[in-house]
Nanobody, 111 residues
Framework: QVQLVESGGGLVQVGGSLTLSCVAS????????VAWYRQAPGARREWVGT???????AYADSVKGRFTISGTIGKGTSYLQMNNLQPDDTALYFC?????WGQGTQVTVSS
């Protein structure tokens, strides 16, 4: 069984940056990719980006050019670097790997 734990969320001003971490534990040997999602209050969970340990990446248009996924989830860690944060980025951020979700970490962007 795989467990995922996100951290690194917090309160940041408009234009600021944050880096979220997703730490995987348990049977991580078969992990080869991670996806990040977010859910704003009253909204549906939306996809932010996906990264394969083989190098391919994709991002939602709303974050492209501002957010970057790094790390190697198959070795236990993924990061979501977020730059030029805007109020619309306020949400609970989750990582997902092999069908398993973490508990989320809150990001709040103040204007």
């Amino acid at each position: 069984q795989v467990q995922l734990v996100e951290s690194g969320g917090g309160l940041v001003q408009v234009g600021g940056s944050l880096t979220l971490s997703c730490v995987a534990s348990g049977s991580i040997g078969n992990l080869n990719g991670v996806a990040w999602y977010r859910q704003a209050p009253g909204a549906r969970r939306e996809w932010v980006g996906t990264s394969s340990d083989f190098g391919s990446q994709a991002y939602a248009d709303s974050v492209k050019g501002r957010f970057t996924i790094s790390g190697t989830i198959g070795k236990g860690t993924s990061y979501l670097q977020m730059n030029n944060l805007q109020p619309d980025d306020t949400a609970l951020y989750f990582c997902k790997a092999s069908g398993i979700w973490g508990q989320g970490t809150q990001v709040t962007v103040s204007s």
